[in-house]
């Protein structure tokens, strides 16, 4: 069945960068697409961008443009998200998730990234 | 950016009870709207795709309808089990947006 299991809690200092990973199993990564979405403390899920794990071509949304980079490792089946120039509105669980050409039907179970000084 | 405006916040109610959440879009989505529900500490959990089809292994209780800019989620029969936030998100154009939120409260 498909999984993905991301890495755990994070704590970073304002300006530092963070990457997290999300290790897929159950199908072959290049197939499908991989979404990153977030969630800040009782707010609605928050769409920061995703990548074609087959051609590597990466969208992303204005909001995180010049801030994140997605990226994939096709040998251990696993993608990442990088964040840079962190600051304290940053602090969110970041969840990966596949879809096909729609909506989120899988999800990894999230990584709460706290950023404090 | 399309903006998704959920109705209401909060809505308590009782196991038996129907209930309905409507979910109004800024533009014009078509038919690209999701309806997820989420517990406490995990992901959101995807019900319905494409405004009215029931994800496999989701209960009957569960329907959505609409197209355009309003849609609506309704439960037919509360069971224990349902009480989450629910969100729903479009997916016609980049960036994806979501809702945010409307919580399912026992009365």
């Known amino acids: 069945q498909v999984q993905l299991v991301q890495s755990g809690t994070e704590v970073k200092k304002p300006g530092a960068s963070v990457k997290v990973s999300c290790k897929t199993s159950?199908?072959?990564?290049?197939?499908?697409?991989m979404h990153w979405v977030r969630q800040a403390p009782g707010q609605g899920p928050e769409w920061m961008g995703w990548?074609?794990?087959?051609?590597?071509?990466?969208v992303y949304s204005r909001k995180f443009q010049v801030r994140v980079t997605i990226t994939r490792d096709t040998s251990a089946s696993t993608v990442f998200m990088e964040l840079s120039s962190l600051r304290s509105e940053d602090t969110a669980v970041y969840y990966c998730?596949?879809?096909?050409?729609?909506?989120?039907?899988?999800w990894g179970q999230g990584t709460l990234v706290t950023v404090s000084s | 950016d399309i903006q998704m405006t959920q109705s209401p916040s909060t809505l308590s109610a009782s196991v038996g009870d129907r209930v309905t959440i409507t979910c109004r879009a800024s533009?014009?989505?078509?038919?690209?709207l999701a309806w997820y529900h989420q517990k406490p500490g995990k992901a959101p959990n995807l019900l319905i795709d494409k405004a009215s089809s029931l994800e496999s292994g989701v209960p009957s209780r569960f329907s959505g309808s609409g197209s355009g800019i309003e849609f609506t989620l309704t439960i037919s029969s509360l069971q224990p089990d349902d009480f989450a936030t629910y969100y729903c998100?479009?997916?016609?154009?980049?960036?994806?947006?979501f809702g945010q939120g409307t919580k399912l409260e026992i009365k």
């Open positions: 159950g199908y072959t990564l290049t197939h499908f697409p």
């Open positions: 998730a596949r879809n096909f050409a729609g909506p989120f039907e899988y």
């Open positions: 998100q479009q997916y016609n154009a980049y960036p994806y947006t």
């Open positions: 990548i074609n794990a087959g051609n590597n071509n990466t």
């Open positions: 533009q014009n989505v078509s038919r690209w």
